[in-house]
């Protein structure tokens, strides 16, 4: 039986998380059938408790829990060394008060640069900003690492699971919620919530409540979307891309192969560089919407 290129099962295959990874055929043994197995070392087969009731309809056995080691944990990993690397490395040479030298240095300097001035500051405040700025600088790079991993071959993009996504605005809502109570107190920061309006006792009894309702729901749903807009800009484009290069596979027969081979791999190649400018675009926004809630925190109305 032919194996389905186009299937949803195949394409999200190549997409989605997974214990493996994904490589041709070629470059590893034919048993391995093209799967490059993660070691799963905290992986335990033997139940935590085990009671025989006699009955073998009822399952008294509790087993632990089923952690995995997923090839988006170990490109995060990746991510996460190769800023702490750059970085520590830029801060050892400025550190003496030398310039940055060389086109790797200067670019990330002006990277950096540019979320502060054209990002953090004019959403939060020239006097807050900088408070925010470690959180942010590692907000970006780490986005836009998980986003251009997904642009190597057999790799994937972390920022294309929701896991990722909504630990990320998890962690962003954290920040706001903590700057803001930084900045105004436990109770200021809730009672800043609702803006301050003249409204007789009788009225404000009734709309009050629902407005500080409406808003704490609002600043959780903002954080929702914040990891939804990554997860489905990311995930989208990377699903495209496999759609695409899968017409090669399904295509049969020497004319038409030849016929959807050079079509695909130009569309492929278009879309990947478009997929390259998503990968900073995509960072950027999730770093000035994070920027932008922080502002609303620390200053509101």
Known sequence: MAKDHLAPSEIFGHVEDATYFHVPRAFVPKDWHGHIAIPQPFKLNTPLISVDTGDPLIDNNIMPLDFKITKFMILEVLTA??????????????????????????????????LRDQVARPCIGK?????????????????????LFGMIPWMGSPTAALATTSMLALITFGVVVGGGMAKLGFAGFW??????????????????????????????????????RLL????????????????????????????????????????SLLELFVAFLQAYIFTFLSALFIGMAVHPH
């Not at 803006?195 to 749903?221: H, K, N, Q, T």
Request: glycine content about 10%.
């Open 232 to 271: 489905a800009n990311m995930m989208a484009g990377h699903v495209v891309l496999a759609v695409v290069v899968g017409f090669i596979g399904a295509s049969y027969g020497f004319a038409a192969w030849w016929g959807v081979m050079p079509l695909s791999v130009v569309g492929a190649t278009a879309l």
């Open 127 to 147: 006097h807050d900003a900088d408070r925010f700025m470690p959180f942010l600088w590692t907000t970006f790079f780490f986005v836009l690492g998980c986003n």
């Open 191 to 228: 009672k800043a919530q609702v803006p301050s309006m003249d409204l007789p006792l009788g009225l404000a009894i009734v709309l009050v409540p629902m407005i500080f309702l409406i808003e704490v729901m609002g600043l959780l749903i903002k954080h929702a979307v914040l990891a939804i």
């Open 81 to 114: 060394v190769i800023i702490a690397v750059c970085f520590i490395a830029l801060a050892r040479h400025l550190r003496g008060g030398n310039h940055p030298r060389g086109r790797l240095w200067n670019t990330l300097e002006v990277m950096l640069l540019f």
